[in-house]
């Protein structure tokens, strides 16, 4: 079953990527529907405002729910699926954007759910948005981060997360495998560094190991460089992954 991925962006030029490699291939094979929006469409006064000054006070703007609330009846009512809609709106205060999360709007998408993004730009879309869809039996609301970093909109967010979904959708990735020892995969690790040809390159050598022809050895190796890995970039990963009583010495939980 094909599900849906709508985007409502005040830039949707910004979303053209999505036209290309694995995404604009799956697209292409009809394995993922993509609708990029306008959300000036909804508006109804000359200048197609989307925004105003905040309540309260503040630098910026903020975008106003009546232009939101037009453009999602809309792009939300299109659909009456068992699967769900889940609305994801990207924002620095959001919850983390992770795989885990990724594999779960997979799934919906791929039972014929719609997954639907709201791309804020300025201060962001007035809270009153999240919450009126939150109260919508069959849509699940979620605020997300994609990093601890400020960007200028939700754009840029909606391509990664489009991306990091499409891809475990079936049939969109040549071979299936790569998608199981990949980093942030259920192993909790970060993956093992790889390597091509040729053997020798600028005085560095490929690990006689991986040259051996020997898979349980390399096997050995390629976990224990994961491990390694892990334990010197994303410490917290390990934390995260290890048995109850070391997460609860360290805090975690
Ligand atoms: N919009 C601006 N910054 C963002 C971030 N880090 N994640 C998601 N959406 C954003």
Redesign the pocket.
């Known amino acids: 079953m094909t599900g849906r991925i709508d985007i409502v962006s005040i830039f949707p030029g910004y979303l053209a990527p999505l036209e290309l490699s694995l995404v604009g291939k799956a697209r292409q094979d009809g394995l993922l529907d993509v609708t990029v929006h306008d959300l000036r469409d909804w508006t109804s006064d000359r200048h197609r405002t989307v925004d105003d000054t905040p309540f309260g006070g503040g630098a910026g703007m903020v975008m106003r729910p009546d232009v939101w609330g037009h453009a999602l009846d809309e792009v939300l009512g299109e659909q009456d699926t068992p699967a769900g809609q889940s609305l994801l709106i990207?924002?620095?205060a959001?919850e983390r954007?992770t795989q885990a999360m990724a594999e779960e709007l997979a799934l919906q998408v791929c039972a014929g759910g719609q997954l639907a993004i709201a791309c804020?730009r300025y201060e962001?879309i007035d809270a009153r948005v999240a919450e009126h869809y939150a109260e919508q039996e069959h849509v699940t609301v979620r605020e997300?981060?994609?990093?601890?970093?400020?960007?200028?909109?939700?754009e840029?967010?909606a391509l990664v997360i489009t991306e990091a979904v499409a891809r475990l959708l079936p049939g969109v990735i040549g071979n299936p495998q790569s998608l199981v020892e990949e980093s942030h995969g259920s192993a909790g690790l970060l993956e093992y560094p790889v390597y091509t040809k040729p053997p020798s390159w600028r005085g560095l050598e490929v690990p006689e190991v991986l040259r051996s022809g020997d898979h349980g050895r390399i096997g050995t190796w390629r976990r224990s460089r994961a491990v390694e890995r892990t334990a010197r970039r994303r410490p917290d990963l390990l934390v995260r992954h290890a048995p109850p009583q070391v997460r609860l010495a360290k805090g975690v939980d």
Do not use: R
Request: charged share 5%; glycine share 30%.
């Open positions: 990207p924002t620095p959001g954007f804020g962001g997300v981060s994609i990093g601890d970093y400020v960007l200028n909109g939700g840029v967010a």
